[in-house]
């Protein structure tokens, strides 16, 4: 692994390494989800790469728009809110199996940004049209998750391989390709008059694993791949996104309702730094990072948190703990992977602590999360819910930092 990857992907360029096609004929892409990544990054990509973008979706005031204008709008969270038409767009509805079915016999792409939890269901509707397309033809089709998971197109697979008969198992073998990828935009939760216009941060990566890529890929425009894609997603996870969710723990314990106003308390930016030098230090063991460029990579992620021109609510950037608190998750992964490597991690410890401690009755991973600690008690639930034994010394690590944040924040 070299010492030092790319930190900049400009939206703008189109990014080399890409495997080459004929750049005339127009490529159809299907994407599940018109949320704020779906919109605000993954669909206007492929628009911008001469994809025709079919967005499937489930809200019926933005199928309608989609169809009617063809077109949205992205607006860019910088000084002068800069903004760009994204065209050759349109949508159908999740439930419309046929209309669903017709574009996937055609696709040459097919992505997901619907959230890793919704993937089975998705798999499901998928596998119905892939069934059908297979039988009528065997033309390559790319299929990307593009969800905050590492491995999320691997898991995709598996879902949709269930649904599949064993004679379609085997053509997908030969001509579906499921390369994982790693993407990163801050697109907040957002109500605008206009139900497709989206506000993002200039800020984006989307890195692919290159080694899955099939002969005709169409390069997509700000896309990057790579032959190793493990040092891109995990220094994102454990940088972005175990700082984000830190960010919101502790803004929640503090009364704070954004991530912004969270970063704007001098001492809270200063723990969540802290944390992520943490991070930092066993990504470098691990990926061999420069530690200056490591260190800049650090400072911008915390510039991007606290972005003036964005409103981020905590509740966002802290739903779903559950799943944040996974074993494979941006808190108890880099924690327990620290620990083997003999470094030690007093901040991490705090920001799982934190997450350990998020109520919101909104949410109902956290509302599950806390009737599950009041029950059965907090080291049961590290037991067994984020894996570690009451004998391993994280485990008491944990309650303590439990203890004195209570005792801090009340
Ligand atoms: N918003 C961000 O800043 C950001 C950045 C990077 C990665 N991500 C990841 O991108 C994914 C999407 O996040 P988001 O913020 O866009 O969420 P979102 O809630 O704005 O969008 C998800 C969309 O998926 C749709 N959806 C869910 N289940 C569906 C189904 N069964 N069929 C069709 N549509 C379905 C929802 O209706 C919604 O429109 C998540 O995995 C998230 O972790 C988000
Ligand atoms: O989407 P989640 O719930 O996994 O995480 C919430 C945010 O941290 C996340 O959406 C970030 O904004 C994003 O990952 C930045 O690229």
Known sequence: ???SIN?????????????????SDERRAVHFGAGNIGRGFIGM???????EVCFVARNETQIAQF?????????????????????NVTAIPIKSGTDVNARLLTADLVTTAVGVSNLPAVARTMAAGIERRLAAHDRPLHIIACENATRG????KSYIYEHLSAAARSRADRCLSFPDSMIDRIVPVQWNEDPLAIRVEPFCEWIIDRSKLMPGFRPIEGALCVDRLAPYAER????VNTGHCYAAYLGRLAGFSTIQDTLREPALRERIRLALEETGGLLIRRHGFDSAEHARYIDKTVERFANPAIVDDVTRVARSPLRKLARSERLIRPLMLAHENGLQTPNLVFAAAAALAYADKGDPEAVRMQTAIQEEGLSAFVTQHLGIPFQHALHGQLLAAYRE?????G
């Not at 197109?153 to 995709?156: A, E, H, Q």
């Not at 944040?405 to 924040?409: I, K, M």
């Open 236 to 239: 994102k996870l454990y940088t």
């Open 7 to 23: 930190t900049t992907v400009s939206p703008n360029a189109l990014i080399a390494g890409s495997i080459a096609c004929e750049p």
């Open 67 to 87: 169809q009617k204008n063809k077109q949205y709008t992205v607006i860019y969270a910088n000084e002068r809110a800069d903004s760009e038409v994204i065209r």
């Open 153 to 156: 197109s691997t898991m995709l």
């Open 405 to 409: 944040l209570r005792t801090e924040f």
């Open 1 to 3: 692994m070299s010492a």
């Open 45 to 51: 990509l492929l628009s911008k790469s001469g994809y």
